[in-house]
């Protein structure tokens, strides 16, 4: 089974790319004045990210990908060992799929799909209202349990700081963190810097 480090180590040099091809996709949907039912937005966002990916992500990196045109569903390979698709998900890592024998198979880590590859899911998390995108996180599920979840958005937003800003900082810091960094996003927002 993967860990939560060598996800993150695969995931670090396609982050911004995948950030930008979810959050393009919804903002691309929402352009225009229609207004769409739950099950019609999942399906133009899987179509905008998956056009977006194949053209962000297949063309200018080690990334391929396999449309399984069946569950229509598409998976994007790291590796021979692992890959991933993209989710609409919830904030604790379950994604928001009807029971399928395809998603029960995904989900079952001793099921035989493609060999017994690692399976992770890049999820998009709505607010409440599903009005925006609050976060975009890589999951890895083993059946109904997260073994972990690390947010894309968040590791997106943050920069580390200058090794000599990093003694005016640390004065107000938490002493037992390790390592220090700001948000570039706007002023007042409340947004987690963990990655967690």
Same mark, same amino acid.
């Given at each position: 089974?993967? !860990?939560?480090?060598?996800?993150? @180590?695969?995931?670090?040099?396609?982050?911004?790319?995948?950030?930008?091809?979810?959050?393009?996709?919804?903002?691309?949907?929402? #352009?225009?004045?229609?207004?769409?039912? #739950?099950?019609?937005?999942?399906?133009?966002?899987?179509? $905008?990210?998956?056009?977006?990916?194949?053209?962000?992500?297949?063309?200018?990196?080690?990334?391929?990908?396999?449309?399984?045109?069946?569950?229509? /569903?598409?998976?994007?390979?790291?590796? $021979?060992? !692992?890959?991933?698709?993209?989710?609409?998900?919830?904030?604790?890592?379950?994604?928001?799929?009807?029971?399928?024998? !395809?998603?029960?198979?995904?989900?079952?880590? !001793?099921?035989?799909?493609?060999?017994?590859?690692?399976?992770?899911?890049? /999820?998009? +998390?709505?607010?409440?209202?599903?009005?925006?995108? /609050?976060?975009?996180?890589?999951?890895?599920?083993?059946?109904? @349990? +997260?073994?972990?979840?690390?947010?894309?958005?968040?590791?997106?937003?943050?920069? #580390?700081?200058?090794?000599?800003?990093?003694?005016?900082?640390?004065?107000?810091?938490?002493?037992?963190?390790?390592?220090?960094?700001?948000?570039?996003?706007?002023?007042?927002?409340?947004?987690?810097?963990?990655?967690?």
């Amino acid at each position: 089974m993967i !860990t939560e480090a060598e996800a993150i @180590k695969l995931f670090t040099p396609i982050q911004s790319d995948l950030v930008k091809i979810i959050l393009e996709a919804w903002k691309k949907i929402h #352009a225009t004045d229609l207004h769409f039912r #739950a099950r019609s937005r999942a399906c133009l966002m899987w179509d $905008e990210t998956f056009d977006a990916a194949n053209l962000l992500l297949c063309d200018s990196s080690h990334i391929r990908h396999i449309e399984e045109k069946t569950s229509q /569903t598409a998976y994007y390979w790291f590796n $021979e060992k !692992t890959f991933f698709r993209i989710k609409k998900g919830d904030e604790k890592g379950f994604t928001c799929n009807y029971p399928t024998q !395809t998603a029960l198979g995904f989900h079952d880590m !001793t099921s035989d799909m493609f060999g017994l590859a690692n399976r992770l899911e890049v /999820t998009y +998390v709505l607010s409440p209202d599903e009005s925006e995108i /609050t976060d975009i996180a890589v999951v890895h599920r083993n059946g109904n @349990k +997260v073994d972990f979840r690390f947010s894309l958005l968040s590791r997106h937003n943050v920069q #580390a700081i200058p090794e000599d800003d990093k003694k005016a900082v640390s004065a107000e810091t938490d002493k037992s963190t390790k390592s220090v960094a700001k948000l570039k996003s706007k002023p007042n927002e409340n947004k987690d810097i963990t990655g967690v």
